[in-house]
């Protein structure tokens, strides 16, 4: 989003491209809370992941051709084309979100209310919000200029391209493990006490 407004989008065009990305923020939990409320909640975590890295090549393509539209009389079909990626880019993003806290809720201990399920949405975060970070942080060491005439490669192409890379050998090393965390049995997930462990027993 911030590499649409350095290269050339006004901030005040972009708020308006992107109003309708809070359409599809309420809608998708709606469209997908069938498929995650089964046995089998990552699912749609698994099955977005691919084509959410195809998303963010094409607004990796977006970003590069900006430039080319800041005075062009093709304008409408630009923003249409931002408006698609950024609303398809979305839908993945949210699909994966649901799919997560589906997850989480399903596997929390019920004994000890919403605190099992605050921890991993927490650590979650921690985790989404470290790569954020460091994401951000080596930006400003990543951009290349190969040689005096030539033109100098932005962060942002650089570390699409390596976190595509790492999200592509994160899944193929990943993926039987993200089947085999939501397969575990509900009570390998509970916390074992002496008054748990009782009332089960009962039960």
């Not at 809608?27 to 409320?37: A, I």
């Not at 698609?84 to 699909?95: A, Y």
């Not at 990543?142 to 932005?154: A, E, G, R, V, Y």
Request: with cysteine.
């Amino acid at each position: 989003n911030i590499k649409l407004i350095q290269n050339g989008l006004e901030k005040e065009t972009f708020a308006l491209l992107t109003a309708p990305l809070i359409i599809i923020k309420i809608l998708v939990p709606f469209s997908v809370s069938h498929l995650t409320s089964g046995t089998q909640p990552l699912n749609v975590l698994i099955n977005s992941y691919i084509p959410r890295m195809v998303t963010s090549i094409l607004v990796a393509i977006i970003v590069y051709i900006t430039p080319l539209f800041h005075n062009s009389s093709s304008k409408f079909y630009y923003y249409l084309a931002v408006i698609f990626v950024l609303g398809l880019n979305e839908i993945f993003v949210s699909s994966m979100r649901v799919s997560k806290l589906a997850f989480y809720a399903r596997i929390s201990d019920s004994t000890i209310g919403g605190t099992y399920l605050t921890f991993l949405h927490t650590i979650s975060n921690l985790g989404l919000h470290l790569t954020e970070t460091l994401i951000l942080f080596s930006a400003s060491y990543l951009t290349l200029k190969p040689c005096p005439s030539c033109q100098t490669i932005d962060a942002y192409y650089i570390e699409v391209t390596f976190c595509l890379f790492i999200g592509i050998l994160w899944l193929i090393w990943k993926y039987r493990t993200l089947l085999d965390l939501q397969n575990l049995p509900l009570s390998k997930w509970y916390i074992e006490t002496k008054d748990n462990i009782q009332d089960r027993s009962f039960n």
